[in-house]
T-cell receptor, first 117, second 110 residues
């Protein structure tokens, strides 16, 4: 199956700093990448959808100026958490799709655990 | 009402038991259904995919869809401790833009 990697797997930062998380599709070109946030024992919450070369589409309630998404190529998307605060501490997961039909399976990365002190 | 609902559990069963995991949904347009398994601190991985109504079997896993009741199920036979994970259902009307349920945490006790 298709492989999606994320880097870093874990990051600890101080309040007020910015953190960048990378999501890469290793063996396929991803037409679309998704970013999710997952709090302990809770479901995946879709934050935004991004297509290569275009602006990300953010879900209602997600601050686009705080969670900057750049989809620079068909294999790389980055999520930057700007001016992070303790409430941003969470598990961030990306997924990628190949654009196949009729079912566009999402391949998930292993996630990045962000802790903001 | 949430679009997709799942009992969050935790569901604890003894090894060897048959496990039934379920999701209900409100959007009658959904016709693509997926089950994902997520181990602790890992990303979800696709287990089963079904289209429209009916059953699909893959080894110890069986997925059922009842569109008339807007209800889907995942059965695990001969459950193993390695099946302990969170199981998420996901569904879509078009095969794109899947909506995920909150997940059910399963613990299979040896």
């Amino acid at each position: 199956g298709a492989v999606v990697s994320q880097h870093p797997s874990r990051v600890i930062c101080k309040s007020g700093t910015s953190v960048k998380i990378e999501c890469r599709s290793l063996d396929f070109q991803a037409t679309t990448m998704f970013w999710y946030r997952q709090f302990p024992k809770q479901s995946l919450m879709l934050m935004a959808t991004s297509n290569e070369g275009s602006k990300a589409t953010y879900e209602q309630g997600v601050e686009k100026d705080k969670f900057l998404i750049n989809h620079a190529s068909l294999t790389l998307s980055t999520l930057t958490v700007t001016s992070a605060h303790p409430e941003d501490s969470s598990f961030y997961i990306c997924s990628a799709t190949t654009g196949t039909t009729p079912v566009d399976e999402q391949f998930f990365g292993p996630g990045t655990r962000l802790t903001v002190l | 009402q949430k679009e997709v609902e799942q009992d969050p559990g935790p569901l604890s069963v003894p090894e060897g038991a048959i496990v039934s995991l379920n999701c209900t949904y409100s959007n009658s347009a959904f016709q693509y259904f997926m089950w994902y398994r997520q181990y602790s601190r890992k990303g979800p991985e696709l287990l089963m995919y079904t289209y429209s109504s009916g059953n699909k079997e893959d080894g110890r896993f069986t997925a059922q869809v009842d569109k008339s009741s807007k209800y889907i199920s995942l059965f695990i036979r001969d459950s193993q401790p390695s099946d302990s994970a969170t199981y998420l259902c996901a569904m879509s009307a078009s095969g794109q833009n899947f909506v995920f349920g909150p997940g059910t945490r399963l613990s299979v006790l040896p």
